[in-house]
């Protein structure tokens, strides 16, 4: 079945030091969609991105979606303590509303 | 943006009891809703989706009878865990999408953690 695929599972970095996350999907998606969730919390939706090739940024947060639309990064520039959580891309199931979820990455931050 | 509220957000039961978990959109009438269970650091797995009026659809390996799911109004889906044994325990997180098609964000209740002792 359709699946998508995240790496790294864990990332610990200092605070300051940039982070990344990959997602790659088996399939094409329509759109990529990212979440966060902090410890002992929900998903909280981050950002959609549709188009292929399509870059967007919020503050140090730059998502990108690949041209074949079948993969997406997550890249945080001078983490902050306050980015720690684990970060889930999704996708959405061809021909359906449910979203297939990434294994997440978990990013862990030493002050 | 959308709200949904899940309810209990804790609950501790023992077993062999059912536990029934609610889940509703407060600003927004929802036809689908979703339920996921997500294991420690672990990702979040579709269980079901919930569609007002009808019955639920069920992933792969997931049993019906073990997992009711009610959508009995636009805003309120239930999930009951029957029978509820230790291996149960995880935490059980409903989704809705606010606008009908594809391209669209979903919205989270807050999750309940269910310990079944």
């Known amino acids: 079945g359709q699946q998508v695929m995240q790496i790294p599972q864990y990332q610990h970095v200092q605070e300051g030091e940039d982070f990344t996350t990959y997602c790659n999907s088996s399939?094409?998606?329509?759109?990529i969609q990212w979440y966060k969730q902090r410890p002992g919390g929900h998903p909280v939706f981050l950002i959609q991105?549709?188009?292929?090739?399509e870059v967007k940024k919020q503050k140090r947060l730059t998502f990108q979606f690949g041209e074949a639309k079948k993969n997406s990064s997550l890249h945080i520039t001078a983490t902050q303590t306050t980015d720690v959580g684990t970060y889930f891309c999704a996708g959405p199931i061809q021909g359906a509303q449910k979203l297939v979820f990434g294994q997440g990455t978990r990013l862990t931050i030493n002050p | 943006g959308a709200v949904v509220s899940q309810h209990p957000s804790r609950v501790i039961c023992k077993s062999g009891t059912s536990v029934k978990i609610e889940c509703r959109s407060l600003d927004f009438q929802a036809t689908t809703m979703f339920w996921y269970r997500q294991f420690p650091k672990k990702s979040l797995m579709l269980m079901a989706t919930s569609n007002e009026g009808s019955k639920a659809t069920y992933e792969q390996g997931v049993e019906k009878d073990k997992f009711l799911i009610n959508h009995a109004s636009l805003t309120l889906s239930t999930l009951t865990v029957t029978s509820a044994h230790p291996e149960d325990s995880s935490f059980y997180i409903c989704?809705?999408?606010?606008?009908?098609?594809?391209?669209?964000?979903?919205?989270f209740g807050q999750g309940t953690r269910l310990t079944v002792v």
């Open positions: 991105l549709v188009k292929s090739g």
């Open positions: 399939t094409t998606l329509s759109n």
């Open positions: 989704s809705a999408l606010p606008h009908k098609g594809h391209d669209t964000e979903a919205f």
